[in-house]
């Protein structure tokens, strides 16, 4: 059976509307409450698939796990040193950043290997070659990776690229670690840093994130007692937000967007003729009757601009009046969407890591298929610009890391039902 979106399109999505919490930004702290002892409190905590699957993780590894609404208690005081070769792991990437977790509480780790997946290799070799280095031994078996150390310590660590996963494993272990550990060429996207706020807050001692040098003094277990903390805002989400308004000529106000994380976002969208409006903690845009084109955009790694907003703004220009480039450098297969859009009316030709975009004035409505997360929420504001009635397929990645599409861009004027089709086999 699958899921899709019943999309009728051509109306402008106007409106206020709160952002949910950020799934990157939840997804490791979630791992790091393996590291504290006694209770933690998250707020906001969206309700996404990629969350309850991490929920179900923590739980098999013995936490008490509990969900109020958008409050989500762990105890993870009788947690066990078990394997997470199983079930929910083996299909979750982030399940990676239980290593560190995992490693810096019991020692000892075994995870899935996480392989690729459908925009690109995405190794862990960065990950694995850090550990190394704080005294760990990492043994790469056919459907897992193993991870022990007799004696952990802090060490001076260089990365070659600025690895957000990576980044945030060393903050996992090395929080709780002997020793200094100093991290150069860190990441610095506000995930990284609020992780390692969470972290700080539990009694843990880092320094410089945000900066591409990390200090972290490691404090052996984490506190006990009680950590409260409040999962930001989804930069992914506003961004996806932001786009679906330009597209479709509405006007929308982020009650808790973070204009300081979305710096070159925003610029881009103004670039395109929009009217952005910058509040203490808000962000309004208006659209202009046609978007302009003529920019152009190469992701890169905090502050340049995120790969995972590539696929909606390649959504967005492709009714820009003009043509449109797109350089990803960030992962070598993520373009799937531009096919779909094609089918929709753009016009977009890919050559390598390069797309071209040549703005219509209108999209049409079709039948498309999201291969990933990104990919499906670009299809699905392309559905709500685009004239006519559209399919769109691929429900169980939006479900990954969106909060109810169908409330969410309802309560802006779209209209869109979600259906399960019956296939037979
Ligand atoms: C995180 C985000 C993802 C985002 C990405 C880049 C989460 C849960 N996911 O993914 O949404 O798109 O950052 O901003 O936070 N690399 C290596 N070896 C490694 C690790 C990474 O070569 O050991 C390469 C990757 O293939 C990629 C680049 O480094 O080309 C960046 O990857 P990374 O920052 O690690 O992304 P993730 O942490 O997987």
Excluded: W
Aim: charged share 20%; glycine share 10%.
């Amino acid at each position: 059976m699958a899921d899709y979106f019943a999309v009728q399109g051509g109306k402008p999505l106007e409106g206020t509307i709160r952002v949910q919490g950020s799934k990157n930004a939840v997804l490791p702290i979630l791992a790091a409450c393996l590291l504290v002892k006694g209770e933690t409190v998250l707020h906001h905590c969206p309700m996404i698939s990629d969350v309850e699957d991490t929920l179900l993780l923590l739980r098999k590894l013995g936490c008490l796990v509990q969900r109020e609404g958008h409050t989500v208690r762990i105890d993870s005081t009788d947690a066990a040193d078990l394997s997470l070769c199983d079930g929910t792991a083996s299909t979750m990437r982030s399940s990676v950043l239980f290593l560190g977790a995992l490693l810096g509480r019991f020692g000892h780790a075994e995870v899935p290997k996480p392989g690729g997946c459908a925009i690109g290799a995405r190794p862990i070799d960065l990950h694995l070659a850090a550990f190394r280095q704080m005294g760990v031994c990492c043994e790469e078996k056919e459907a897992s990776i193993y991870c022990h150390a007799n004696t952990l310590a802090g060490a001076k660590i260089s990365l070659p690229l600025p690895s957000v996963g990576a980044t945030e494993n060393i903050l996992l272990l090395a929080a709780v670690a002997p020793g200094t550990t100093i991290v150069h060429g860190a990441a610095k996207e506000p995930e990284v840093q609020a992780l390692a706020e969470f972290l700080n807050l539990c009694g843990a001692n880092i320094y410089g994130t945000g900066t591409d040098t990390i200090r972290i003094e490691g404090v052996g277990r984490l506190q006990s007692g009680h950590c409260e903390y409040m999962i930001p805002p989804d930069r992914m989400v506003a961004g996806t937000l932001l786009c679906a308004a330009a597209m479709t000529g509405g006007r929308i106000c982020l009650k808790n967007g973070r204009a300081e994380e979305l710096e070159v976002p925003l610029r881009l969208l103004e670039e395109t003729g929009c009217r952005i409006f910058i509040r203490p903690e808000e962000i309004l845009l208006a659209a202009p009757k046609r978007l302009c084109g003529g920019c152009t955009i190469a992701t890169g790694a905090y502050p340049a601009f995120p790969t995972d907003l590539q696929p909606l703004f390649m959504s967005l220009l492709t009714l820009a009046d003009g043509t449109c480039m797109i350089n990803e450098t960030i992962f070598e297969a993520r373009f799937s969407h531009a096919l779909e859009l094609c089918a929709m009316g753009a016009d977009i030709r890919i050559r390598g890591q390069s797309a071209v975009i040549t703005g219509q004035k209108k999209l049409h409505g079709a039948c498309v298929y999201g291969q990933d997360l990104r990919a499906g929420a670009a299809l699905l504001i392309a559905a709500l610009a685009a004239e006519g009635e559209s399919r769109v397929y691929g429900c169980r990645f939006l479900d990954r890391g969106y909060e109810d599409p169908q409330a969410v861009f309802g309560a802006l004027g779209g209209t869109l039902i979600r259906k399960r089709e019956k296939t037979i086999i």
